[in-house]
């Protein structure tokens, strides 16, 4: 156990069960309440939000999330953050975003690395592989190498093959390693 | 041999993080409470270390024993680092603390035993069971007149420690780290130094805890805890052997033991991914003179100088190619274990250093979703090399925002190197020995009295720095530990005692 898992389980001497997902708290019962919450959640140091805290932050708030990740002058890791969020919303709007977000060269690139792992949990294998295979081209090294493992852990039997193919394509091979030993790994 | 570039001295003017333009202040005025920042009284330098030389391990989990980089105790060095040698998990061994001692730090690292146990708990009608990762941790201490300083053997520790002689909360496999003082009550008792003599150590694990539980007579603490035999041709549970080292660190000449002020050096290591495709705006090379990392060094020493704290030599190094390969595009924090990314990174602090290793990564875990991690609370001062020496930092922020002048106050909401600065400011209270205030869940706060705590009662949902910067009993929230960052509400505050704390470690010349 490190100091991340520690600090949930803070109480434990010897050994115990891991503690239960605490239930989801209520909804903010105002707007400044609301806003207090989002930034706990993008604020978090050590370890992301739980799915149901998320999911607690009520009505508008991927509204809210949406304008942050939108926000060029936000720092980028917070913006990474709220694309996270929306995606454990989910919602047409979220699906959009992400998309949208995931399709844009020039992003810095921690919020297109979650726009892309966002879109991965948010989309259906077909609809991913189309939206993330023209990544697998993109600019930046780093941004070919996300979307490649994304595309592996979700959407093999689609992408395995357009993986290979960009990997074939001389100096693509080593950041395209685990991606690859994923599609090895489900036989696609 | 590498370039160094002295550094100008971090302004006093800086002490004061911005108050963001445009925000209600949301805390006043309610103040909370801070220790005054020290005026250093040289600039820290900066350097370039180059590429660390560790060698590839290919696929093998790196679990080596090292080292401190303190001077061993001898007739000549009354303090320092006392090597106990291997040591069987129950075996109670002896060392010496002589007079003038400011704290005692004892060290744990595996040699031989069980990685992980089948555990369960039974409470009332019901049995829970799970399979835990063997943690190293000090089984009991005892002071020279036989008081018991700390034990481990028991099911379940305090919400709140400040009463107790020794906080520990930190359980971690591989390499265990246990400090003392570190609580309110010690603070007060060692103010003077640590009592000399003859104290000892039960060295433990979580296997001996299971051999306890499972052995004719257990422990009442340990009712309702057993554990599943090890698998063939695992170490038996009351077989588990560990090397065990104790730092000792010298009082100060006069007045309080533990000096009022202190130097420490640091050594941030940069992983990036590999060119033509880097993501970070330094290398090793460019860092001790480029305005991100000047910018982030700059906010990184008013940030500890408040612990008493000065910067001496700021290292800057850069991962080996395999490292950057391998970690370069990020950093999973996903598994906790020994043999996972974040503790085999840590393996890369070189060892023989009296550094506290930072390491700088694009990302942290899925969705960018962590700011930062550390080995162990406190980590294994002056023993670099090991799975908990050191903390990862993200560094997506690095150079990004928009930054004051240089001299500026800092700027947490638009400057990203400022940002980068405050995690690795937080990561670094955690290696030096500093718990969080208060818990997400506001029912566990650190042992320290001096410090505001957030009750549940202050929030709906997990306690949020703006919930907890309204009054002494809903506070902390501007703290440098807190466990959660708000650009709008931290301020990097910390008070007398995490001072104090901080500057126990073996880490602090």
Known sequence: MTALSLLVCAALAAPRPPAPEPAEPPPPATAAEQAERIQAALGRIHGSPAPATWRSLGPGADEALLKVAADGAALPRRRALALTGLSHLGGARAEAALTSFAAQ???????????????????????LHRALSPVLAARRPADRTVAAEVLAERAPAESCGAIRARAALRGERPGLARALSRCGASGR | MHEAVPRRLALPILATLAACPGADPPFPPYEEPRAPAVRCPSAPVL??????????????????????????????????????????????????????TASITVIEQVVDAAARMTIHFASGSTTQ?????NAAVVAELRDPAGFLVFTDIRLGGPSDGSATPLFFESYAAVTGTLSYPNTSAALEVAASGVAAGDWTV??????????????????????GFSCDPPGAGVTPFAQGRYRVFVLTRPAAPTGSAIP??????VAFHLVDALAPGQLMPVDAASAPTHAATLRMVDAYAVLLSQAGLCLGTVTFLDAPDWARSRFGTGVSDADGSA?????????????????????LVPRIGSGSATLGIDGTIPGPATVNGTVASGAMVSAANLGAGTCPAAGGPVDVLRC?????AYIAAHESGHYLGLYHLTEHDGRHWDPL???????????????????CARSTTCGGGPNLMFWSFDPLVSRGYLTAEQGQVARTSPLVR
């Not at chain 2, 085999?344 to 506290?356: D, E, F």
């Open chain 1, 105 to 127: 060269e020039g992003l810095p690139f921690a919020v297109r690395a979650a726009a892309l792992e966002g879109a991965g949990r948010l989309l259906a294998p077909a609809a």
């Open chain 2, 339 to 359: 043999c996972g990314e974040f503790s085999q990174l840590l393996t890369l602090s070189v060892p023989g250093q009296r550094t506290l290793d930072l390491f």
């Open chain 2, 260 to 265: 009022a002020t202190g130097t420490l050096d």
């Open chain 2, 416 to 420: 990203g190197s400022d940002e980068v």
């Open chain 2, 47 to 100: 350097v370039n270390g180059g590429t660390n030389p560790a060698p590839d391990p290919g696929a093998t989990c790196v679990q080596a024993v090292r080292d401190s980089a303190l001077p061993a105790v001898s007739a000549s060095a009354t303090h320092g680092w006392i090597d106990l040698g291997e040591r069987t998990v129950g075996e109670v061994v002896p060392f010496p603390v002589p007079p003038g």
């Open chain 2, 202 to 223: 039960r060295v433990g694990d979580y296997g001996y805890e299971c051999a306890l539980a499972g052995s004719p007579d257990p422990p009442a603490a340990l009712a």
């Open chain 2, 449 to 467: 009295t001096g410090t505001p705590s957030c009750r549940t009662s202050c929030s709906s949902a997990e306690v949020s720095p703006a919930a």
């Open chain 2, 129 to 133: 069971t799970f399979i835990e990762e």
